[in-house]
């Protein structure tokens, strides 16, 4: 069996294996199960990925040493780009396992946080339209209701596993429109004095602001209503995975270069020359060069991780697209190793550099002047605010035959500290 099969056999498995236990609520007592279930499944993958790479590794260093010899063969650069794309495929579906199963964990799934007499008037509400008393303590002045809090739990983890951001960065719930944090500029000064010396006033520290508001995520999902009174319909998967496939779409491309109109400030907008550079009152977030006018080079690399100040590489990672990594699994250092290394047991991230590696489609392709790669500790460098709630509003009127059930979700996200992350630029 080739390695392309071994990649699809693999990923369907996985895909198998999980897709059941990740989109729907975990009782407590039954995650351990399956999380170690999903822990081997995931253990054969990360087998799978080493044994590919070690193929990776001999093959391009076979390439290598040809066309140092100036005998360049196109069939082999084919083979070792191929064999680039069975890893890529591989750690993909590594990472994707690996997500889910944090995702059934959090919390101890969200069975343990059911209020079953609200969840089964909502539920009712869901089907007839019927508004029972006990439905009316989700009730608001803008009309529609809020979700159960396991279903709000169970849109929320599925995002964090299709949204890398939302998993990634600080999240702050607020009850709110908006949520202000002060910063504090450090300006206090100090001196030597002798013991009958006059103590002059020092420099004060100053503060800076920023506010964080939010914008209106929305899905408008419909269904027949004859689809609604069949019984064996499961509502609550039916509108996670509705609501969190939109959710999650917008919420990715708005994290990193929202415009903050009506949704978030993006992260690669607080870049230096980034519309937001100036909106921080500590400044913009710094970059570093690749090292080549439209290409990575393993010394800039080098040079990003050790940019960042020693006390905030704790946490640190990097993120980037696809694209950019099956570049970078290609480059060595100056003693011929290789600056990305795949996942080495169930639960860790493939590597850059002894750093983890995390997926983001959105991130920009490696190309002149681009940012690729953003490294640092995203939980202390980039807010996400939630405004508490998933809140759904049903509407039998607009489109007969079909049940819309309007549902939104307040968010929004800027800067936190730039201090704690670096940006890769290509540039020489």
């Known amino acids: 069996m080739n390695k392309a099969m071994i990649a699809s056999v693999l990923i369907a498995h996985a895909v198998a294996a999980h897709a059941g236990h990740a989109h729907q609520a975990v009782p407590r007592g039954i995650v351990s199960v399956q999380a170690e279930a999903g822990s081997t499944e995931v253990k054969a993958m990360v087998e799978a990925v080493n044994k590919a790479f070690a193929d990776f590794k001999a093959e391009h260093n076979k390439q290598l040493d040809e066309v140092k010899k100036g005998q360049a063969d196109a069939l082999?650069?084919?083979k070792v780009d191929r064999i680039n794309a069975d890893i890529e495929k591989l750690q993909a579906a590594v990472d994707d396992a690996n997500l889910k199963i944090a995702a059934a964990q959090m919390n101890g799934g969200a069975a343990g946080l059911k209020d079953k007499e609200y969840s089964e008037a909502f539920s009712a509400h869901f089907r007839k339209g019927d508004v029972q008393a006990a439905l009316n303590k989700g009730a608001a002045q803008e009309g529609g209701y809020l979700a159960p809090v396991e279903w709000d739990r169970s849109i929320t983890d599925r995002m964090v596993v299709v949204s890398p951001m939302r998993a990634l960065c600080a999240v702050q719930n607020i009850s709110t429109n908006g949520f202000s944090k002060l910063f504090n500029n450090r300006g206090t000064t100090s001196g030597w004095v002798g013991e009958t010396g006059a103590r002059n006033q020092t420099a004060t520290p100053t503060f800076g602001s920023m506010t964080y508001n939010t914008g209106e995520l929305y899905a408008n999902?419909?269904?027949?209503?004859?689809?609604?009174?069949?019984?064996?319909?499961?509502l609550e998967a039916w509108l996670?995975?509705?609501?969190e496939t939109e959710f999650s779409l917008q919420e990715g491309v708005a994290f990193?270069?929202?415009n903050g109109d009506n949704k978030p400030n993006g992260l690669l907008t607080y870049i230096t020359g980034g519309s937001n550079a100036a909106a921080h009152p500590w400044g913009d977030i710094k970059t570093v060069k690749s090292g080549a006018a439209a290409a990575l080079t393993a010394d800039g690399l080098i040079d990003l991780v050790h940019e960042l100040p020693g006390e905030y590489?704790?946490?640190?990672?990097?993120?980037?697209n696809r694209n950019t990594q099956k570049a970078i699994r290609k480059l060595k250092d100056g003693e011929g190793n290789y600056l990305w290394q795949p996942s080495f047991q169930a639960g860790a991230p493939a590597t850059l550099l002894g750093y983890g590696i995390s997926e983001v489609a959105g991130m920009p392709d490696v190309a002149a002047n681009s940012k690729p790669i953003v490294f640092g500790d995203f939980k202390r460098g980039y807010l996400i605010v939630d405004r508490v709630g998933v809140r759904v509003l049903r509407d039998p009127f607009t489109n007969k035959p079909y049940i819309h059930f309007y549902t939104t979700k307040r968010v929004g996200g800027g800067l936190l500290n730039p201090d704690v992350l670096k940006a890769l630029t290509v540039a020489a």
């Open 76 to 78: 082999q650069a084919l």
């Open 256 to 258: 990193l270069t929202g």
């Open 313 to 320: 590489t704790g946490q640190a990672r990097a993120i980037m």
């Open 240 to 243: 996670a995975g509705e609501v």
């Open 221 to 234: 999902p419909a269904a027949t209503q004859q689809m609604l009174d069949d019984a064996a319909i499961n």
